[in-house]
């Protein structure tokens, strides 16, 4: 198993920057796949980002890419979700979820992550 525990986020301007980090326990990390979820009230969880365990290949929907940068450091068991131009909708608390695979196609649905964190908020306003 693999514990997850994400930091970074908080209350931005919009247009300003963010980064997440989510740092992982154990000493696999670099077996897992790594993907960024968020949550707005009242909304369901999306995707936002995810990694291969090498950090070679990436994915992500059309709302965020172009602002997003998703990234590991497989030394230092952490994935950063760097999000720049952020606007009000991207208001939502961002979790960090983790995926034992190698190889295949990443995963971008809930369900394809059995591990997450508790999640770390952030708000922009306008």
């Known amino acids: 198993q693999v514990q997850l525990v994400e930091s970074g986020g908080g209350l931005v301007q919009a247009g300003g920057s963010l980064r997440l980090s989510c740092t992982a326990s154990?000493?696999?990390?670099?077996?897992?796949?790594m993907g960024w979820f968020r949550q707005a009230p009242g909304k369901e969880r999306e995707f936002v980002a995810a990694?291969?365990?090498?950090?070679?290949?990436?994915s992500y929907p059309d709302s965020v890419k172009g602002r997003c940068t998703i990234s590991r450091d497989n030394v230092k068991n952490t994935v950063y979700l760097q999000m720049n131009s952020l606007k009000p909708e991207d208001t939502a608390v961002y979790y960090c979820?983790?995926?034992?695979?190698?190889?295949?196609?990443?995963?971008?649905?809930?369900?394809?992550?059995?591990?997450w964190g508790q999640g770390t908020q952030v708000t922009v306003s306008s």
């Open positions: 979820a983790a995926d034992r695979r190698i190889g295949g196609s990443l995963g971008v649905l809930e369900y394809e992550y059995p591990y």
């Open positions: 154990g000493r696999t990390f670099s077996s897992y796949a």
């Open positions: 990694i291969n365990w090498s950090g070679v290949s990436t």
